[in-house]
């Protein structure tokens, strides 16, 4: 089974820039797809972005331009650069990964706030 660990939020001003970071614990081989969701209070978890195995990322429209998914297999680790933080960018935001017979695991989330 895999476990999914978040970290690297916080607060941030407009325009400023964060890197999350996702440590995954089990055999990478079995994970297909790895992403990043984030949901804010009263509203439905919505997709970021997502990285294949292969490399392959896609990003919401919201995001593009902005922000970088990528991974390094070496450490087990999905990263999320968000750069020109908007407020509106201000959520949960859930590490995912999809595993090869195609069973969700989710983090624990961790809090973005961008505010001045």
């Known amino acids: 089974q895999v476990q999914l660990v978040e970290s690297g939020g916080g607060l941030v001003q407009p325009g400023g820039s964060l890197r999350l970071s996702c440590a995954a614990s089990?055999?990478?081989?079995?994970?297909?797809?790895m992403g990043w969701y984030r949901q804010v209070p009263g509203k439905q978890r919505d997709l970021v972005a997502t990285?294949?195995?292969?490399?392959?990322?896609r990003y919401a429209d919201s995001v593009k331009g902005r922000f970088t998914i990528s991974r390094d297999n070496a450490k087990n680790t999905v990263y999320l650069q968000m750069n020109s933080l908007k407020p509106e960018d201000t959520a949960v935001y859930y590490c995912?990964?999809?595993?090869?017979?195609?069973?969700?695991?989710w983090g624990q989330g961790t809090q973005v706030t961008v505010s001045s």
């Open positions: 995912n990964a999809v595993s090869g017979d195609y069973v969700a695991f």
């Open positions: 089990g055999s990478m081989f079995s994970i297909l797809v």
């Open positions: 990285i294949t195995n292969g490399g392959r990322a």
